[in-house]
Each structure stands twice: as C-alpha cells, then as structure tokens.
C-alpha cells in the first residue's frame, strides 16, 4: 500500500511561487489517480488539482487554474504541485491524496474517492 509525505510548503509573500512535492512509498504508483487538496483554518477541504495515472490529463479548482500546475514523476513515486502568483487566499495546509484505479484516464474532483492521505504542508501567504 502506498504511503504519501508532503513537502515544500512555507511562509512566502503574495506573487511568490512555491513546489510542493509528495513522495509516495511502496509499490504501484502508477495505479493510482493522484489529488491536491487543501484546507485553510475554520473551513472545510477543498479540491486544488488532479492527475491521472499516467499525467496524461489533470484538472484543476476555478480558483487556481491558470497559476497552479499538478505534475507526476512516476520513475520517482512523485507527485507535484507548482505554486505560482500565491494570494492570501491560498494559505492552508496542503495535503496530497491516492485513490487506486485500473482506469488510465479515472480523474476525480471529490475527497470521498481518495482513499489515502499525507499528514499535510503549511503553506501561508502574507500579504
């Protein structure tokens, strides 16, 4: 079973740009869909991006499309997210997420289909 640890988050300013990384232990990770979602203090979670099991297509919340990009590394059990142009709005603790498919283009928007989960990143956006 695959195991997920998130890294790369940080304090940054508005209009910076951040990496986050999420390794993946264990094997198969090329089976997995793979998520970005986040939850910033006193609301609930929230989708960010996705990506299928090979990067082939991703999809990405209204509010971060065009300034994030959702990438994988399969070599490197490896999924990112680049940060770009962050606003105070984006400040939240960052979590990645696995959900196991045989379907090469399985892309899901939806917490409940994602059945593993890292710890989380603070990421925070002063203004």
């Known amino acids: 079973q695959v195991q997920l640890v998130e890294s790369g988050g940080g304090l940054v300013q508005t209009g910076d740009s951040l990496r986050l990384s999420c390794a993946a232990s264990?094997?198969?990770?090329?089976?997995?869909?793979m998520g970005w979602f986040r939850q910033a203090p006193g609301k609930g979670r929230e989708f960010v991006a996705a990506?299928?099991?090979?990067?082939?297509?991703?999809k990405y919340a209204d509010s971060v499309k065009g300034r994030f990009t959702i990438s994988r590394d399969n070599a490197k059990n490896t999924v990112y997210l680049q940060m770009n142009n962050l606003k105070p709005e984006d400040t939240a603790v960052y979590s990645c997420?696995?959900?196991?498919?045989?379907?090469?283009?399985?892309?899901?928007?939806?917490?409940?289909?994602?059945?593993?989960w890292g710890p989380g990143t603070q990421v925070a956006v002063s203004s």
């Open positions: 990506i299928t099991r090979n990067g082939g297509l991703t």
């Open positions: 264990g094997r198969d990770f090329d089976n997995y869909c």
């Open positions: 997420a696995a959900a196991r498919t045989s379907q090469p283009y399985y892309l899901r928007t939806e917490s409940t289909y994602y059945s593993l």
